[in-house]
DNA sequence: TTGTACGCGTTATCAC
DNA sequence: GTGATAACGCGTACAA
């Protein structure tokens, strides 16, 4: 260590103010008694100096970074907005800091995750951003962690806050049927190992069962929950020559998208002759000039709940095992009504 | 300091393996040779303990925190996430973490900013989440910083990337001029203090006055980058007996969306009546059923060369002053035109 | 109420 | 090529 560092240190506040560090410590942690004078003489030296305690020299000592890690497996989709928007009110209101970073398990096995217990105090994780190996390392180690849009593995006991996907996806395929008189109606998947997708299928097929709908596998389109992608597939399908349908159930609003386009390319009226319906109600879904029928999901709600629970757990607190938040059908056009738009 | 840490050190490394502690930071980091059979021994009991090097200790010794700040100041709109992608996926292939946080200097003068050199090796900073001030502060002390969607005060040299605003915001007034003989065009501005909505609004003027139109105060709308800001706004002025006008160009996508929904409130059609158009080209704007004109803003690369200036700095070299990316109108369907979406 | 001194986990500087 | 060990900046027993 040769370079003499030129950054203000509580050393230099401490002298300046002529006392101890102890003293400046306890003052700025407020964490025991400090003389009122002795108070004002600190605090005017902090601001003339511009002093702002070095984070990593307080992790060492405290053993706390003051920090939560958001691990997701890619940006690229406007549903994180919310998302982020959420968590990161609640972790600035209790003077945490978030760190944001991208990891697919699947890709990078030899690496160790960006974020976890070397820099963070607890971690939310998304989805399948992480393998249930590493889940289980940190969990053993009782390292904080809180799941989004996921369930953990039964042997693991992670708190996690998610949707309620199933009942309403029934819904609304349910309302798909009985009001629209739709019978073949086609499910647009999500990405793979990704529950919500797998529970919005289940509701779906719920559906179809609970009105003697036969379920044909034909039907069912990849979609990855992208607009691209789903256009492509939703494209080839009615390229082909394929089986007969009137509606359908796109795994999320971005996908019902890619569908309307396909649909529109190939001339087919929507909702005439069409139905298409969503879920998520992204921030673009009610205004589009045919407002989309979806399911409203609390985005930004999950964000914040996944803070709060990382939060309690961090003050020693018990979490909930387990928030599911509601889910609610928004009816406005592409499935064929004429509601007004909300 | 009473609880003993759990956690493994390097010195569990060390011990392990039967070398120092220093031995292992040498393997660690590679800064210098280690001999192939002890470098063995290393990386077997690092695996087998589930080794990972604590990031603050690591930070209070180099004195390099191998992570850089992104403040915002606010997180409601989807246009943060092109961003937001194009910088953390430079950043993590640089090894490095991603810290966002939001902050209003205007409303927090007290605090200090949630990220600075207290915690990162530097900051990108979105348009006017810091004041002045706290630039000039950072710059004096030699912070490594980037600006993006600002410019820096004059007597500081801080490495800003932005985008082309003004000449695409006269090219899209032209368009409605030229294309579509359109004279009474009204503009809703952007955010104050926001640099992008400034220059927006001289294209617009300058587009004016190049066709001898007037500039007609009373064609300047609040709209604040928010759709519903703007779709109030809009309805207000539609309300009440306004001047005529044949024309919107809104200062960003979001905007224009209020805006159409406040016209097809008031039954004025889109784009027979009135055009639209707006500035972004985000995510939705092409696959609306009225494709939306507008400018394609390249918000992703914004954020890939923001990580990227700001990693050269950190790597010793000089950052580019300036990087302006340009943007190119890109003509669909609601200014009246009829070409095929893109 | 205040000050002294040690430890937090790592890097880097010496010696060897 | 390797091992001791002094920093890095802060919090906190413990003593006063």
Same mark, same amino acid.
């Given at each position: 260590?040769?370079?003499?560092?030129?950054?203000?240190?509580?050393r230099d506040v401490a002298r300046q103010a002529d006392v101890s560090v102890a003293t400046?410590?306890?003052?700025?942690?407020?964490?025991?008694?400090? @003389?009122?004078?002795?108070?004002?003489?600190?605090?005017?030296?902090?601001?003339?100096?511009?002093?702002?305690? *070095?984070?990593?020299?307080?992790?060492?000592?405290?053993?706390?970074?003051?920090?939560?890690?958001?691990?997701?497996?890619?940006?690229? /989709?406007?549903?994180?907005?919310?998302?982020?928007?959420?968590?990161?009110?609640?972790?600035?209101?209790?003077?945490?800091?978030?760190?944001?970073?991208?990891?697919?398990?699947?890709?990078?096995?030899?690496?160790?995750?960006?974020?976890?217990?070397?820099?963070?105090?607890?971690?939310?994780?998304?989805?399948?951003?992480?393998?249930?190996?590493?889940?289980?390392?940190?969990?053993?180690?009782?390292?904080?962690?809180?799941?989004?849009?996921?369930?953990?593995?039964? /042997?693991?006991?992670?708190?996690?806050?998610?949707?309620?996907?199933?009942?309403?996806?029934?819904?609304?395929?349910?309302?798909?049927?009985?009001? *629209?008189?739709?019978?073949?109606?086609?499910?647009?998947?999500?990405?793979?190992? *990704?529950? &919500? @997708? *797998?529970?919005?299928?289940?509701? /779906?097929?719920? @559906?179809?069962?609970?009105?003697?709908?036969?379920?044909?596998?034909?039907?069912?389109?990849?979609?990855?929950?992208?607009?691209?992608?789903?256009?492509?597939?939703?494209?080839?399908?009615?390229?082909?020559?394929?089986?007969?349908?009137?509606?359908?159930?796109?795994?999320?609003?971005?996908?019902?998208?890619?569908?309307?386009?396909?649909?529109? &390319?190939?001339?087919?009226?929507?909702?005439?002759?069409?139905?298409?319906?969503?879920?998520?109600?992204?921030?673009?879904?009610?205004?589009?000039?045919?407002?989309?029928?979806?399911?409203?999901?609390?985005?930004?709600?999950?964000?914040?709940?996944?803070?709060?629970?990382?939060?309690?757990?961090?003050?020693?607190?018990?979490?909930?095992?387990?928030?599911?938040?509601?889910?609610?059908?928004?009816?406005?056009?592409?499935?064929?009504?004429?509601?007004?738009?909300?």
């Amino acid at each position: 260590m040769t370079r003499k560092s030129h950054s203000i240190t509580i050393r230099d506040v401490a002298r300046q103010a002529d006392v101890s560090v102890a003293t400046v410590s306890r003052y700025i942690n407020r964490n025991a008694p400090v @003389s009122p004078e002795v108070a004002e003489r600190i605090s005017k030296v902090m601001a003339e100096l511009n002093y702002v305690p *070095h984070a990593a020299a307080r992790h060492l000592a405290t053993r706390k970074t003051r920090s939560i890690g958001l691990l997701l497996t890619t940006i690229n /989709y406007d549903f994180f907005t919310p998302l982020l928007s959420g968590l990161e009110r609640v972790v600035a209101e209790n003077n945490h800091n978030l760190l944001v970073a991208t990891y697919r398990a699947d890709l990078r096995k030899d690496y160790p995750p960006p974020v976890g217990p070397h820099n963070t105090d607890g971690v939310v994780v998304f989805a399948d951003a992480l393998q249930e190996e590493q889940l289980a390392q940190w969990y053993r180690m009782n390292f904080p962690m809180v799941l989004v849009h996921r369930t953990p593995p039964p /042997y693991l006991n992670i708190p996690y806050v998610t949707i309620e996907n199933k009942a309403a996806s029934r819904k609304i395929v349910d309302h798909l049927i009985e009001v *629209h008189g739709r019978r073949r109606i086609i499910f647009t998947r999500g990405l793979e190992n *990704h529950e &919500d @997708s *797998h529970w919005r299928e289940l509701g /779906y097929k719920a @559906s179809l069962e609970a009105h003697g709908i036969p379920y044909d596998p034909r039907l069912i389109i990849r979609g990855e929950f992208d607009r691209e992608v789903t256009y492509q597939e939703m494209s080839a399908f009615l390229a082909n020559n394929h089986p007969d349908f009137d509606a359908v159930f796109a795994s999320d609003d971005d996908s019902a998208l890619g569908v309307i386009r396909a649909l529109n &390319d190939a001339g087919i009226p929507v909702p005439e002759s069409v139905s298409v319906v969503g879920f998520d109600d992204q921030h673009f879904s009610c205004i589009l000039p045919l407002p989309l029928t979806t399911v409203r999901a609390p985005t930004e709600e999950v964000g914040r709940m996944a803070g709060s629970q990382i939060l309690k757990i961090l003050q020693g607190e018990a979490a909930d095992p387990m928030t599911l938040l509601p889910t609610e059908i928004v009816i406005r056009q592409s499935c064929g009504c004429n509601e007004s738009q909300s």
